[in-house]
């Protein structure tokens, strides 16, 4: 997205920076240091921010709403990286690199995002290293999990993939094996993208799971998981 797209809204941005986890170690003058060099846009719902193949200028940060990040193969299908809510970024690479863009952005929901540009950005890593480890923790948290997502897909069934995925919203919820109601972060046609599956299928290994005792859909997103055990022996 061209920068002049963006505007200068200086209370969204300024509560926009406090948001994210790399800025907000930083003191308050400092922070609206920053917040002054970054500009905000107001994005309906699957409108998309960037797309592969549009140069990497720019740290974007989600203040509202919701963006999905996901990659097009060859045939078009979309296969979904990530779900990002507030206090989230993307684009971080642009600080470290001047390669294109390889993946698309786009709202999942109304959604307000503020951006900093490159240049902006990389002298406040001089004068505060701390954003630059900041994001590179962050880049290598991102790596782990695709690297756990690319295990997945390539040794795991649909039914394991599931089972998966389902165990670890939960040990992220409670850290507990016990059975608890989790709440998908995202829709089941994006879950079924991010698993390497069809909505449709994921729907029948949900019936399954629920006609079997291991888990009960109580609303379109949530889902309370009951047999633990059971869902740990398919996955092993």
């Not at 001047?98 to 490159?118: G, P, Q, W």
């Not at 995925?165 to 991010?194: C, F, H, R, W």
Request: net charge negative.
């Amino acid at each position: 997205m061209k920068g002049d797209s963006f505007e200068h809204n200086e209370s969204a941005k300024k509560l926009c920076v406090s948001l994210v986890p790399i800025f907000n170690h930083l003191d308050h003058s400092e922070q609206v240091d920053v917040a002054k060099t970054s500009r905000s846009k107001t994005y309906e719902k699957k409108e998309i921010i960037f797309q592969a193949g549009d140069p990497s200028e720019y740290l974007y940060i989600v203040h509202r709403g919701k963006v999905k990040i996901y990659n097009l193969s060859e045939s078009g299908k979309e296969q979904l990286i990530r779900i990002l809510n507030p206090g989230d970024f993307m684009g971080e690479l642009s600080v470290f690199t001047d390669e294109l863009l390889t993946s698309y952005a786009e709202t999942v929901e109304r959604t307000e995002i503020c951006a900093i540009h490159k240049n902006d950005l990389q002298e406040f890593l001089v004068e505060k290293p701390t954003i630059s480890f900041k994001i590179l923790a962050e880049s290598s948290k991102r790596l782990k999990d695709a690297e756990k997502s690319i295990e997945r897909l390539s040794s795991q069934d649909v039914e394991k993939r599931l089972a998966s995925y389902l165990m670890e919203q939960v040990e992220k919820k409670t850290n507990s094996g016990a059975a608890s109601e989790i709440i998908l972060p995202m829709s089941k046609k994006d879950l079924a993208s991010y698993i390497g599956s069809t909505q449709e299928t994921l729907s029948r290994r949900l019936t399954s799971f629920e006609e079997k005792g291991w888990i009960k859909q109580t609303g379109q997103r949530k889902i309370k998981l009951i047999d633990m055990e059971a869902l740990q022996d398919i996955v092993e």
